[in-house]
């Protein structure tokens, strides 16, 4: 309902990466076992989606997985190394490597355990809180892909956009519609809202942002909502492009619900600019975790003043961070929760 735009009693809130190596009981399921082996257990996903909301009132969930399971599908090696992130062994280097990929991506049999994952997941939540699906966007995947990691400057795939436009957007066409097909996949598995990861949005300028970045957004979000409309759905979908200040007005006229916000952003000034277009998600620096209780209250009394009440899901602006202490993330929880009843009483 918040995603559109109705009053709710209370703001409700959830974490990015709310499943994740801060949880004692997170890094106990995973010991010993490959990442992406355990993206590959429905049962895995399904434990480690839920280990949050058992611990705190979170308002939604978010299943276990990764954004470069579609990389992966499209047939590239991709690895988790310890102390090091994801790796591609074979990255992408030339247009000519664009050959080794699967265009065409028999999403149920490339990716079905995530689909899996997800209709467990909906079993076990019984109803509680939504569950939300999601996917990494076209240019985020693609810099992946071709830089072979993470990277300051992805300067490897940034090549590609200046040297090579056209491959670049043969990349991006092919990822997009393989993101289509996975997201409906997720709808019809039991996902109730997507949200499409944009991460690497801040390493591009607003030119470059605007061909390469945000037509395949609105494009992803357009087709999946007409074959939603087909079979008489209607999902909400959140785009979350971090560090894209520029595209904030675009972002909010493009079929998304929901624009997720990172901590950079002032929130009135993010609400000017989405015109009420728009319900915000975001945006509180997860680094406030490391303060004590009472401050952690404050910002996020803060933060509820400048985004207000209506159409506002709280968030981080990025994810958690391993070292972070659950009991500020319970403390997090309660002062979204405490704070905006409140201020919702007094309406």
């Not at 991506?105 to 990716?111: H, I, N, P, Q, R």
Request: glycine share 8%.
């Amino acid at each position: 309902t918040t995603a559109r735009g109705e009053e709710t009693e209370h703001v409700p809130v959830w974490c990015m990466r709310q499943a994740g190596r801060y949880l004692p009981e997170f890094r106990e399921s995973r010991a010993g076992k490959d990442f992406f082996d355990t993206c590959r257990s429905p049962e895995a996903c399904c434990e480690l989606t839920l280990q949050p909301l058992r611990r705190f009132p979170f308002d939604a969930a978010i299943i276990f997985s990764d954004i470069l399971v579609i990389p992966q599908a499209m047939g590239m090696d991709v690895q988790m190394v310890a102390g090091k992130g994801p790796t591609f062994p074979d990255p992408l280097k030339e247009p000519e490597d664009l050959q080794r990929l699967q265009a065409k991506v028999d999403v149920d049999k490339e990716l079905g355990y995530v689909f899996k994952a997800i209709t467990l997941t909906r079993h076990k939540i019984e109803g509680k809180v939504p569950l939300i699906g999601f996917t990494g966007a076209p240019w985020t995947l693609m810099s992946y892909m071709i830089e072979g990691g993470g990277s300051r400057t992805f300067s490897k795939a940034k090549r590609w956009l200046y040297r090579h436009p056209e491959a670049s957007h043969m990349l991006l066409r092919m990822l997009t519609d393989v993101i289509v097909e996975y997201l409906l996949g997720q709808v019809a598995a039991g996902a109730q809202a997507l949200q499409v990861f944009e991460s690497h949005a801040g390493i591009l300028g607003p030119v470059e942002f605007q061909e390469f970045s945000l037509p395949y957004l609105r494009d992803i979000a357009r087709c999946v909502k007409e074959k939603l409309k087909d079979a008489g759905k209607d999902i909400p979908m959140i785009v979350f492009a971090k560090d894209a200040h520029y595209g904030l007005e675009d972002l909010s006229q493009s079929h998304y619900e929901v624009v997720g916000l990172d901590w950079t952003i002032d929130p009135r000034s993010a609400r000017e600019r989405t015109g009420g277009k728009v319900s915000l998600q975001g945006n509180m620096d997860p680094c406030a975790f490391y303060a004590p209780k009472e401050r952690i209250s404050d910002i996020v009394k803060k933060m509820l003043e400048g985004f207000g009440t209506r159409g506002y899901i709280a968030n981080l602006g990025h994810g958690l961070y391993p070292d972070m202490d659950p009991e500020s993330v319970g403390a997090f929880v309660e002062a979204v929760h405490q704070h905006s009843k409140q201020m919702i009483k007094q309406k």
